[in-house]
């Protein structure tokens, strides 16, 4: 059974800073905008109805006589995960009211994802308005959600 359910990012070091990983900036960032807990806060009835269909998938593997399988949970870690994402890729975090968000870099076009100078931009190049967090992308693609079991 289900013990805990964790949201979280795999740790991966940032190209442009060495000193930089993404739980290293997770942490920063929900230290100071509280991303993930506002996500569960606004969205927790979405994420209770995916963890209650998985119960009720191993409920009714036991009723059938069959060992509950966990791979429904993983469904719903899957699905929570998928939010979680769009929460951020659609600037919904953005109309939360958040504190400082959108942010300036955000709103300035500030992005890291360029290594080299191309069509006359340069790292750190300031261009289009982007989505808060949304920065290199490897924040937003490094979110995972899992679970433990009893």
């Known amino acids: 059974m289900l013990d805990e359910i ?3 990012v795999l740790n991966i070091p940032y190209d442009y800073n060495d000193n930089s990983t993404t739980a290293s900036v997770a942490l920063l960032l929900e230290k100071k905008y509280g991303i993930m807990g506002k996500f569960i806060e606004i969205h927790n009835d979405e994420v209770q109805g995916h963890l209650k269909n998985a119960l009720i998938s191993n409920i009714q593997d036991v009723i059938e006589g069959n060992h509950p399988d966990n791979g429904a949970f993983y469904t719903a870690f899957s699905k929570i995960e998928h939010d979680l994402k769009k929460f951020i890729s659609s600037r919904e975090v953005e109309r939360v009211g958040i504190p400082g968000v959108p942010t300036k870099a955000a709103l300035k076009g500030v992005t890291h994802r360029l290594k080299q100078k191309r069509r006359g931009l340069k790292n750190n190049a300031k261009g289009q308005r982007r989505p808060s967090f ?8 490094s979110l995972k959600v899992w679970g433990t079991f009893k």
């Open 134 to 141: 949304v920065d290199t992308g490897l924040y937003e693609s």
């Open 6 to 8: 964790y949201l979280g």
